[in-house]
C-alpha cells in the first residue's frame, strides 16, 4: 500500500467510464445519472419522455460530461438495441447499467385487475429488465469487466401490505430472481449484477399510479408516528443514487448477485 | 487499494471502534476507516496483533488507540467504550467483527461446550458489543456494522458447522431487531455477510469426524468463478467504510452479501 494519506486517492470514481441510465427522465434514475456524472462518467440517458431526457442531458452535461440522450422505449427490444448500438458508435464501450424504468401500473383487487393491466405492469416493470439486460449484455462482456444494478423494491421482498399491488409486487419479487439468476450466469464475464430495494422515496411515481376499488382492501393498521422510523420522512432520490453509484464502482468489486434495501429500515415495521 | 471512492468520505472527524481488529476482515476495515479520516479504536484479545493494526494505521498518517479486550466479556467491552470516550467523546461507528469459526463436528458429537462457545464468542458478543457501544453512540447517532457470513444465510452445506451458521443466521436477525429499535437513535445498523475470503480464519477452524457428514459437492475448477480466488479482506473493509459513511445514510436494516455470487451456486 503506498497510498499514505486520506487524500490521495483519484477525486472521481467513474472517470472514462459509460453508463446507461433507464428511467433517467426523472426520480432515482434522474438522481443516480447525476450522481455518475459527479463522479466523471459518460452517461446514456434513457427515458421514453423527450422533453425529461433533454432536461437530464442539459445537467449531465452541466456537470461537465459527456451525455447521450436516448429516447426508447423499455419494453422495446428493438428500441433497446438501437440504444446499445448508438452507445457503441458514440463512445465504443458500455461499464455499467441502470435497470430503473417501471411504473406502479393499476393496484386493484385481485378480481378486479384485467389481464391487460397484469401484463402492462410486468412487461413495463420484469420483461423491461430482461430486455435491458439482454440488450446491454454484448456490449459489457466486450470489456474487461462491468456492473448492472437492477431497481426493485421492498415491496415484493420485504413489504406485501399494499394490497392491490399485486402485479407490481410479482415484478419487483421477478427483478430480484433474475437479478440472482443473472449474477451467477454472468460472473464468468466479470460481470456484476446487484439490486436495489427502496423504500418510500420522494419521486413523482405516484402521479401514474392508477388506484381502483382499494377502498377497505388493505388491513387498516396503523402507526401513529408514522413509518419513518430513521429520518422521520421519506428517504431522497440521491440516497439512492449514491448506493447505486457505490454498487457500480470498483470499491464493490467482489460483490454480486446480493439485493440492498434502501429504506432506512421502514420495511421492518411495516411488513 | 487503488480504487477512488465512489462517494464522499464523510468519515473525518468520526471515531469507529472495530472488534477483531487484530487479523483478517477487522483489520482490514480498520485501515480504511483509518486511511478514510475516521480515529479508530482498534479492539482484540491479543496485545501484540492490536498494535500491529494501531502502527499501520499510524504510519498511514491515521489515528488509532488500542484496546486490548475478549468480547465476551461484557465488563471489559464497557470499559473499552469507556476509554474511547474519555479519549475523544464520541462514537460514531462500530464494526461488530470479532469471531470464530470453532468446533465443526456432527450434531449428535458437538458437545454442549463447543456450542456454548461459538455462541457465545460470535451471537452473545454482538449483543455485549452493541450494548456497550449504544449509550455512547446515541449522543449523536450512527452507524453499526455487523459481520455475518453466507454460512446460516445462503449456504447451508457445511455440515458440521451448526453452531458456527446458527450464530450467524441469528447475527442477521439480530441486525434487523436493532435496525428498528435504534432507528429513533439515528443509529443505522447493517450487516454484512462475506463468503470465502482470504483470512486466517479457516486455518484456526477445529474439525472432528466431518468428513462423514459433508454431502459430497464437486465444483468445476475456477468455483470462485468470478475473481477466479477467493475474496479479499480489504474488499469487504470497502464495503464496511461505505456503510459507516453518510453516503449510505438511508440504509438500514439491510443484509449486503460480498461473496462475487459464489453462494447462488
Same mark, same amino acid.
Given at each position: 500500500?503506498?497510498?499514505?494519506?486520506?487524500?490521495? *486517492?483519484?477525486?472521481?470514481?467513474?472517470?472514462?467510464?459509460?453508463?446507461?441510465?433507464?428511467?433517467?427522465?426523472?426520480?432515482?434514475?434522474?438522481?443516480?445519472?447525476?450522481?455518475?456524472?459527479? @463522479?466523471?462518467?459518460?452517461?446514456?440517458?434513457?427515458?421514453?419522455?423527450?422533453?425529461?431526457? *433533454?432536461?437530464?442531458?442539459?445537467?449531465?452535461?452541466?456537470?461537465?460530461?459527456?451525455?447521450?440522450?436516448?429516447?426508447?422505449?423499455?419494453?422495446?427490444?428493438?428500441?433497446?438495441?438501437?440504444?446499445?448500438?448508438?452507445?457503441?458508435?458514440?463512445?465504443?464501450?458500455?461499464? =455499467?447499467?441502470?435497470?430503473?424504468?417501471?411504473?406502479?401500473?393499476?393496484?386493484?383487487?385481485?378480481?378486479?385487475?384485467?389481464?391487460?393491466?397484469?401484463?402492462?405492469?410486468?412487461?413495463?416493470?420484469?420483461?423491461?429488465?430482461?430486455? +435491458?439486460?439482454?440488450?446491454?449484455?454484448?456490449?459489457?462482456?466486450?470489456?474487461?469487466?462491468?456492473?448492472?444494478?437492477?431497481?426493485?423494491? #421492498?415491496?415484493?421482498?420485504?413489504?406485501?401490505?399494499? +394490497?392491490?399491488?399485486?402485479?407490481?409486487?410479482?415484478?419487483?419479487?421477478? @427483478?430480484?430472481?433474475?437479478?440472482?439468476?443473472?449474477?451467477?450466469?454472468?460472473?464468468?464475464?466479470?460481470? *456484476?449484477?446487484?439490486?436495489?430495494?427502496?423504500?418510500?422515496?420522494?419521486?413523482?411515481?405516484?402521479?401514474? +399510479?392508477?388506484?381502483?376499488?382499494?377502498?377497505?382492501?388493505?388491513?387498516?393498521?396503523?402507526?401513529?408516528?408514522?413509518?419513518? #422510523?430513521?429520518?422521520?420522512?421519506?428517504?431522497?432520490?440521491?440516497?439512492?443514487? *449514491?448506493?447505486?453509484?457505490?454498487?457500480?464502482?470498483?470499491?464493490?468489486?467482489?460483490?454480486?448477485?446480493?439485493?440492498?434495501?434502501?429504506?432506512?429500515?421502514? =420495511?421492518?415495521? #411495516?411488513? | 487499494?487503488?480504487?477512488?471512492?465512489?462517494?464522499?468520505?464523510?468519515?473525518?472527524?468520526?471515531?469507529?471502534?472495530?472488534?477483531?481488529?487484530?487479523?483478517?476482515?477487522? &483489520?482490514?476495515?480498520?485501515?480504511?476507516?483509518?486511511?478514510?479520516?475516521?480515529?479508530?479504536?482498534?479492539?482484540?484479545?491479543?496485545?501484540?496483533?492490536?498494535?500491529?493494526?494501531?502502527?499501520?494505521?499510524?504510519?498511514?498518517?491515521?489515528?488509532?488507540?488500542?484496546?486490548?479486550?475478549?468480547?465476551?466479556?461484557? !465488563?471489559?467491552?464497557?470499559?473499552?467504550?469507556?476509554?474511547?470516550?474519555?479519549?475523544?467523546? /464520541?462514537?460514531? %461507528?462500530?464494526?461488530?467483527?470479532?469471531?470464530?469459526?470453532?468446533?465443526?463436528?456432527?450434531?449428535?458429537?458437538?458437545?454442549?461446550?463447543?456450542?456454548?462457545?461459538?455462541?457465545?464468542?460470535?451471537?452473545?458478543?454482538?449483543?455485549?458489543?452493541?450494548?456497550?457501544?449504544?449509550?455512547?453512540?446515541? !449522543?449523536?447517532?450512527?452507524?453499526?456494522?455487523?459481520?455475518?457470513?453466507?454460512?446460516?444465510?445462503?449456504?447451508?452445506?457445511?455440515?458440521?458447522?451448526?453452531? $458456527?451458521?446458527?450464530?450467524?443466521?441469528?447475527?442477521?436477525?439480530?441486525?434487523?431487531?436493532?435496525?428498528?429499535?435504534?432507528?429513533?437513535? &439515528?443509529? /443505522?445498523?447493517?450487516?454484512?455477510?462475506?463468503?470465502?475470503?482470504?483470512?486466517?480464519?479457516? %486455518?484456526?477452524?477445529?474439525? /472432528?469426524?466431518?468428513?462423514?457428514?459433508?454431502?459430497?459437492?464437486?465444483?468445476?475448477?475456477?468455483?470462485?468463478? $468470478?475473481?477466479?480466488?477467493?475474496?479479499?479482506?480489504?474488499?469487504?473493509?470497502?464495503?464496511?467504510?461505505?456503510?459507516?459513511?453518510?453516503?449510505?445514510?438511508?440504509?438500514?436494516?439491510?443484509?449486503? $452479501?460480498?461473496?462475487?455470487?459464489?453462494?447462488?451456486?
Amino acid at each position: 500500500m503506498s497510498e499514505s494519506t486520506t487524500v490521495s *486517492r483519484p477525486p472521481r470514481a467513474f472517470e472514462g467510464k459509460v453508463a446507461l441510465v433507464t428511467g433517467a427522465g426523472s426520480g432515482i434514475g434522474k438522481a443516480t445519472a447525476l450522481e455518475l456524472a459527479r @463522479q466523471g462518467a459518460k452517461v446514456a440517458v434513457l427515458s421514453k419522455n423527450p422533453d425529461r431526457v *433533454r432536461a437530464t442531458v442539459d445537467a449531465v452535461e452541466a456537470l461537465g460530461t459527456e451525455a447521450l440522450p436516448i429516447v426508447a422505449d423499455v419494453t422495446s427490444q428493438a428500441d433497446l438495441e438501437g440504444a446499445v448500438a448508438a452507445i457503441e458508435q458514440a463512445w465504443g464501450k458500455l461499464d =455499467s447499467v441502470v435497470i430503473n424504468a417501471g411504473a406502479n401500473g393499476v393496484w386493484a383487487p385481485i378480481d378486479d385487475i384485467t389481464l391487460d393491466e397484469w401484463q402492462w405492469t410486468i412487461r413495463t416493470n420484469l420483461t423491461s429488465t430482461f430486455l +435491458t439486460t439482454r440488450a446491454t449484455v454484448p456490449l459489457l462482456k466486450k470489456n474487461d469487466k462491468g456492473a448492472i444494478v437492477i431497481v426493485a423494491s #421492498v415491496n415484493g421482498s420485504r413489504i406485501f401490505s399494499n +394490497t392491490g399491488a399485486t402485479a407490481y409486487s410479482c415484478s419487483k419479487a421477478g @427483478q430480484v430472481a433474475f437479478m440472482k439468476m443473472t449474477a451467477l450466469e454472468l460472473a464468468q464475464f466479470q460481470i *456484476r449484477v446487484n439490486a436495489v430495494c427502496p423504500g418510500w422515496i420522494e419521486t413523482n411515481i405516484e402521479e401514474n +399510479t392508477v388506484h381502483r376499488n382499494r377502498e377497505g382492501l388493505r388491513l387498516p393498521v396503523e402507526f401513529p408516528q408514522g413509518v419513518h #422510523v430513521l429520518e422521520g420522512h421519506p428517504g431522497s432520490p440521491d440516497q439512492v443514487a *449514491r448506493v447505486m453509484a457505490f454498487l457500480l464502482s470498483d470499491a464493490a468489486d467482489h460483490i454480486s448477485g446480493t439485493e440492498m434495501w434502501v429504506d432506512g429500515a421502514e =420495511s421492518l415495521l #411495516v411488513g | 487499494m487503488t480504487n477512488p471512492l465512489p462517494y464522499a468520505s464523510s468519515l473525518a472527524g468520526k471515531v469507529a471502534i472495530v472488534t477483531g481488529a487484530g487479523s483478517g476482515i477487522g &483489520k482490514a476495515a480498520a485501515i480504511e476507516l483509518g486511511r478514510q479520516g475516521a480515529k479508530v479504536g482498534v479492539l482484540s484479545r491479543k496485545a501484540d496483533d492490536v498494535q500491529a493494526t494501531v502502527d499501520e494505521i499510524a504510519q498511514a498518517g491515521g489515528e488509532a488507540m488500542p484496546l486490548v479486550a475478549d468480547v465476551t466479556m461484557q !465488563q471489559q467491552l464497557e470499559a473499552s467504550v469507556a476509554t474511547v470516550k474519555q479519549a475523544w467523546g /464520541r462514537l460514531d %461507528g462500530l464494526v461488530v467483527n470479532a469471531g470464530a469459526n470453532g468446533q465443526f463436528a456432527p450434531v449428535d458429537d458437538l458437545t454442549l461446550e463447543e456450542w456454548n462457545r461459538t455462541l457465545d464468542t460470535n451471537l452473545t458478543s454482538t449483543f455485549l458489543t452493541t450494548r456497550a457501544a449504544v449509550p455512547l453512540m446515541k !449522543q449523536s447517532g450512527g452507524s453499526i456494522v455487523v459481520i455475518s457470513s453466507v454460512n446460516g444465510s445462503r449456504i447451508f452445506a457445511y455440515s458440521g458447522a451448526a453452531a $458456527y451458521s446458527t450464530s450467524k443466521a441469528a447475527q442477521v436477525a439480530f441486525t434487523k431487531m436493532v435496525a428498528l429499535e435504534l432507528a429513533k437513535d &439515528k443509529i /443505522r445498523v447493517n450487516c454484512v455477510c462475506p463468503g470465502a475470503i482470504d483470512t486466517a480464519i479457516n %486455518g484456526k477452524t477445529l474439525r /472432528r469426524n466431518t468428513d462423514s457428514i459433508r454431502w459430497p459437492v464437486e465444483f468445476p475448477k475456477g468455483h470462485h468463478m $468470478y475473481d477466479g480466488e477467493p475474496g479479499s479482506a480489504d474488499q469487504v473493509g470497502e464495503l464496511i467504510a461505505f456503510l459507516l459513511s453518510d453516503a449510505s445514510d438511508h440504509v438500514s436494516g439491510t443484509t449486503v $452479501y460480498i461473496d462475487a455470487a459464489e453462494s447462488l451456486l
